[in-house]
């Protein structure tokens, strides 16, 4: 699923991510990159960066994006990349890997007089925000009925510098353009609302202002999250947390 849809979630991100956003006096232009595949290569004429296509001006820019990531949350990749991925490696190449994943779709926002279209980018950009996701199944979402399996828009990463933060854009980020995609990805494929849930995400435990933005935004712990561990002195919270997002109304009760 996560390569077969990809030009469809492309498309419904094209379509619900505008192509400008204002934050304060500056525009923000976006540039979507797909992690494509030769079986599964995505359309390239509307701007879309192909990372089979054009690997090297993809990997530039992916790499600026870690580079965001490390001023945000580095010391904690630093701090828990043993446990979080199974290895010894530095976390820079643990999510390096994670980030080439097949059937990922990148939505970035860069500061620059026009935005990086086709097979090259013209003149310096500096990305100040951007969202990562791909269409996958996950079971474990409802408390209901934790093995049925739904299609989900997981959403890797949002990250943003904080230059930006703080004007209510994450908010609308995700509760406009994110959902919107997740529901034009339901639509595109047909997908029934006993099929598609929404969207998913994974937050680190200690990531308190991160938490408070996706319980604002009406997240909710997945049935399967890992959940804090009491004794009589202290809790000590997991290492992540699962939150899902509904995209249409439920009965109360349902997750």
Known sequence: METQHLSLVVRAAEQNFPATIRVQDQTLHRQVIAIDSQDHRVDTSSGCLSHYADRDATERLLWELVEMLDHNLGSVYARVTRELYHNTRPWRINKWDEMLTRGL???????????????????????????????????????????????????????????????????????????????????????????????????????????????????????????????????????????????????????
């Open 105 to 255: 779709v990148y939505v970035v926002y860069v500061t620059r007089s026009g935005a990086a279209t086709g097979r090259r980018r013209r003149g310096r950009s500096t990305p100040l925000l951007f969202l990562s996701f791909m269409l996958t199944e996950e079971n474990g979402l409802i408390h209901s009925d934790p093995a049925r399996v739904w299609s989900v828009l997981y959403l890797y990463e949002i990250q943003l510098l904080p230059c930006v933060r703080g004007r209510g854009l994450g908010h609308t980020l995700v509760s406009e353009y994110l959902a919107g995609t997740a529901r034009a990805v339901r639509e595109g494929a047909r997908m029934t609302a006993d099929q598609f849930f929404g969207v998913e995400l994974t937050v680190f435990g200690e990531n308190d202002g991160a938490i408070r933005f996706y319980r604002r935004l009406g997240m909710r712990r997945a049935a399967d999250s890992p959940e804090e561990r009491h004794d009589d002195v202290i809790s000590q919270k997991p290492l992540y947390y699962l939150y899902v997002m509904r995209i249409d109304n439920v009965p109360p009760g349902y997750l």
